[in-house]
């Protein structure tokens, strides 16, 4: 079956601009994660959203981080007035359930790059 | 606070030969699980094993293997008669019970194979 797809695959803005990027889960799968891989933080944890339930934003770097989640499938994580430190690898991740019973499932990731 | 720790950066190895990844994990939980994923060149990361707190039966799957000891809170990845395929970065993970399922990634091996 599909696995998780993410758009677009390259992404290159300017300082300031805003920029969307999504998320297509697994079918079926109520967890969805997003992760930033940079090479001075590694792999960090920005956000979790599991069904109905209110999202876990805690990984989330600032303010003008955020992600939604409709209608429990498609995710979309927005940032605002992007600076050069938010370059980097998004990873989009989705898994049966979020206890860790289930194992998470990776996307191709955006490579954001911001000038 | 739950932490990974990869303290292998880089591993080089001549093919055929027998390479050992080294994982330690700090957490609080009782329950746990612990994760093997692999991330080759082409970026996207590929999930290898899952194990939880309660099984430390060592598993093997073809020429991987797993050794998780609790004793030592460690989880190390075991790659047999090595073939360069296996370059990539392999990252191990835990996810506690207390965390919604999300992942705390080590900093990564990178593992060359040399033909």
């Known amino acids: 079956g599909a696995g998780v797809s993410q758009s677009p695959s390259n992404k290159v803005t300017e300082k300031g601009k805003d920029v969307e990027l999504r998320c297509d889960p697994i079918?079926?799968?109520?967890?969805l994660y997003w992760y930033r891989q940079s090479l001075g933080q590694g792999l960090e944890f920005l956000i979790y959203?599991?069904?109905?339930?209110?999202?876990?934003k805690s990984g989330l770097p600032s303010d003008r981080f955020s992600a939604e989640r409709t209608g429990g499938s498609v995710s979309t994580l927005t940032i605002q007035r992007t600076q050069q430190e938010d370059s980097a690898v998004y990873l989009c991740?989705?898994?049966?359930?979020?206890?860790?019973?289930?194992?998470?499932?990776f996307g191709p990731g955006t490579r954001l790059l911001v000038l | 606070a739950q932490k990974v720790t990869q303290a292998q950066t880089e591993i080089s190895v001549v093919e055929k030969e027998d390479v050992t990844l080294d994982c330690v994990y700090e957490?609080?939980?009782?329950?746990?699980?612990l994760f093997w994923y692999k991330q080759p060149p082409s970026g996207e990361l590929v999930f290898l094993i899952r194990?939880?707190?309660?099984?430390?039966q060592n598993e093997i799957s073809g020429r991987y293997s797993w050794n998780f000891q609790k004793s030592t809170s460690s989880f190390n990845f075991t790659i047999t008669a090595s073939q360069v395929v296996d370059s990539a970065v392999y990252f191990c993970a835990l996810a506690g019970s207390s965390n919604t399922g999300k992942l705390i990634f080590g900093q990564g091996t990178t593992l060359q194979v040399k033909p």
């Open positions: 959203f599991q069904g109905n339930s209110a999202p876990d």
């Open positions: 079918s079926g799968h109520t967890a």
């Open positions: 957490t609080r939980d009782t329950t746990y699980y």
């Open positions: 194990r939880n707190s309660f099984d430390e």
């Open positions: 991740a989705s898994s049966l359930e979020s206890s860790g019973l289930k194992a998470q499932y």
